[in-house]
Structure formats: structure tokens, C-alpha cells
């Protein structure tokens, strides 16, 4: 196949492409917080891609931005495009953007009990949004309702669509949250650290489930989230984010066999291993910059332990180390934390 018709038909399996995104914050008169800073990347169909950092990185703006949830002002974007296929996303009246959100792109947050209202049932909730998006009686759309928290493995869910989210336990919500996000068959699922609120087997089953999900509704996914523990059994790609920018993003395999950035080092040492027997998890030493009062150089200078004079100086770009996969660090040459001068 020649070349350009490979990259028509990658194009065409592009379902969501973001281009220097620029969201800044006004902290006052005199302070702005750049909270994204030239975030560039794409989702392909049926993907699914992890946005990891630590809290400060700019992941949850940028997966707000795409929902056009950015609270404006203080929020202003200052440069970039959203397209979702060809429907460019920033420029959309909060009308259509409301109609993109539950039709096409479904949200799960952290925690269901924010998103769930509690004076409502469960039923309420879903076959509102059922009738609201897709036009079904009330009647189809309990139907519908019961069908989804069936698929969603909630087993007596005649019952339950009845009952108010209190009733439910932690990964009940989050089933029905699930459920929610999927009732309009999305092309793009977003996932905002989906399990950090649950107990670790309920959190591998959620997780199971979101990607049994994925396959059976043919979604994408867009996975926020600072574990790397959830990345490995889930990603096909992984962005990593530091200070508002991208830092290294790669194949998930590639990445964690082979990481090139200083940051994505660390934070995979502080993934739990097995056989350690740990009271606290490790942390990296130090935190990430404010986002009003970034450095010069590269935004990570303070906490790496390859740090050079020249980091202190010149900001790195984003460079192509192999296929899918690009650093920003003045050393993309790093190998397992040794310096390799291929
Ligand atoms: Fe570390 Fe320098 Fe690379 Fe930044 S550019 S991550 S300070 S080696």
C-alpha cells in the first residue's frame, strides 16, 4: 500500500484530534495560570488512551475542555481545536454542546454520588437521559433502562432501578454511572480516575467491565488517571502530562518496557510491586510548579535526577524518538535510567 494511503486511511480511523490546546486560568490581575499548555494529540476508533500524571498536570482541564466543561471564566482558552471526526468541539454554543454530550461523548467521574442525584432514582436518571437524547416513550425507555443495568452486571436491576443511589453500594454507583454514560451508545467515553474511590477487587472489576464496554458499544476511551497500575491493565496508549504539557506518550507496552522521560521513570517507580510489602506507596520528592509560575527551562528541572544546566535554560520540545513514540527531554537517548548514546 503506498504511503499516503496509509495515512488517509489513519485519518480516517481518527475519532478525536486536539491542536495546541492553550487553556489559561486568571488567578488575578497579574497571575495566569497555564493550566494546559500546547497539548496536541488523537484518539483513534476504538482506542483507548490514558492521560497519567500527578494532580497539577493539566489532565482533568484538558479532558473538561473536550466535554466543554471548562468553567469561563476564570478558564480561557488561548489558542487550539477540538475535533471530534469533523465537528470542531471550542467553537460549539453551549446548546450543541450539551446535545455532544450524552450522545456522543459519555462521562464517568470519580465519584457516582457527585454525578447521581440523590433525590432522584436510578430509573429516573437513566431513562431521562434516554428521552432526552433519544427520543424514547417513557415506557421504551425503562425498558431500555433495565436492559443497561443488566449489561452493567447489576442482577436484580427490576429492583434497583427503583432505588435512590444511597441504597447502592460504591461500585453499584459506579456500574450505574457506567450505564448512564453508555445509555446513547457514545463514540467517546470519558473516564475520570473511574475507580480511585474503590476498594482494589471491585476496581479491577470496574475496570474489566468499562473495556467489555468499549467492545461491545465500539467506543473510544479517554482514561485520567495518576495510577500506572490502571494504565498497564487498561491503555492501549499512554500520554503522560507534567506542568500542562505533554511529556512522553507512547504504545503502552513501549512505554513501560522502554520510558524515556525522566518523569515517566519515576512514575512508574512508584507503582507497588507484589512482593513489596509497603505501608505507604512512594511518592516522587518534590512537587509539580505552579502553573503561574512555571520555570524557564524544563518544567520537571526541580525533581529530576538527570538534571544538566542546559535543562535550567531551554525548554525541550516534544521530539520524535521512534515510531508512536516522542519525549520532551533534552536526553531522549535515556534507557532503564542509564544514559544510551545510540
Ligand atoms: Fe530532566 Fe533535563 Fe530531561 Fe528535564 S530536560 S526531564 S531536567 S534531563
Do not use: W
Not at 427520543?135 to 434497583?160: C, D, F, H, T, Y
Amino acid at each position: 500500500m503506498k504511503s499516503s494511503t496509509v495515512e488517509n486511511n489513519k485519518q480516517k480511523d481518527v475519532l478525536l484530534e486536539v491542536n495546541d490546546l492553550r487553556i489559561y486560568f486568571d488567578i488575578n490581575r497579574k497571575k495566569v495560570a497555564k493550566a494546559v499548555d500546547g497539548v496536541d494529540f488523537s484518539i483513534h476508533k476504538g482506542e483507548t488512551v490514558a492521560l497519567v500524571g500527578e494532580s497539577g498536570s493539566g489532565k482533568s482541564v484538558t479532558s473538561l475542555s473536550v466535554i466543554g466543561l471548562v468553567p469561563m471564566p476564570p478558564g480561557k482558552i488561548i489558542s487550539g481545536t477540538i475535533k471530534l471526526e469533523e465537528q470542531e468541539l471550542l467553537s460549539l454554543p453551549e446548546k450543541s454542546m450539551r446535545k455532544v454530550r450524552g450522545n456522543d461523548i459519555g462521562m464517568i467521574f470519580q465519584e457516582p454520588m457527585t454525578s447521581l442525584d440523590p433525590v432522584f432514582t436510578i430509573g429516573n436518571q437513566i431513562i431521562e437521559s434516554l428521552v432526552y437524547h433519544q427520543r424514547l416513550s417513557k415506557k421504551e425507555a425503562r425498558k431500555q433502562a433495565i436492559e443497561l443495568l443488566k449489561i452493567v452486571g447489576i442482577a436484580n436491576s427490576e429492583k434497583v432501578i427503583d432505588e435512590y443511589p444511597h441504597q447502592l453500594s460504591g461500585g453499584m454507583r459506579q456500574r450505574v454511572m457506567i450505564a448512564i454514560a453508555l445509555s446513547n451508545n457514545p463514540k467517546l467515553l470519558i473516564a475520570d480516575e473511574p475507580t480511585t474511590a474503590l476498594d482494589v477487587t471491585v476496581q479491577s472489576q470496574i475496570l474489566k467491565l468499562m473495556l467489555k464496554m468499549k467492545d461491545t458499544f465500539n467506543s473510544s476511551i479517554l482514561l485520567i488517571t495518576h495510577d500506572m497500575g490502571v494504565v498497564a491493565e487498561t491503555a492501549d496508549r499512554v500520554l503522560v502530562m507534567y506542568g500542562g504539557q505533554i511529556v512522553e506518550e507512547a504504545a503502552v507496552k513501549e512505554l513501560f518496557l522502554n520510558p524515556k522521560h525522566p518523569y515517566t521513570m519515576a512514575l512508574l517507580k512508584t507503582m507497588p510491586n507484589l512482593d513489596q510489602n509497603l505501608r505507604r506507596l512512594p511518592s516522587i520528592p518534590g512537587n509539580v510548579p505552579p502553573a503561574h509560575q512555571f520555570p524557564e527551562g524544563c518544567r520537571f528541572a526541580d525533581r529530576c535526577e538527570f538534571v544538566m544546566e542546559k535543562c535550567r535554560q531551554v525548554a525541550p520540545e516534544l521530539v520524535r524518538i521512534s515510531d508512536g513514540h516522542k519525549a520532551r527531554c533534552h536526553l531522549p537517548f535515556l534507557k532503564g535510567g542509564e544514559y544510551d548514546a545510540q
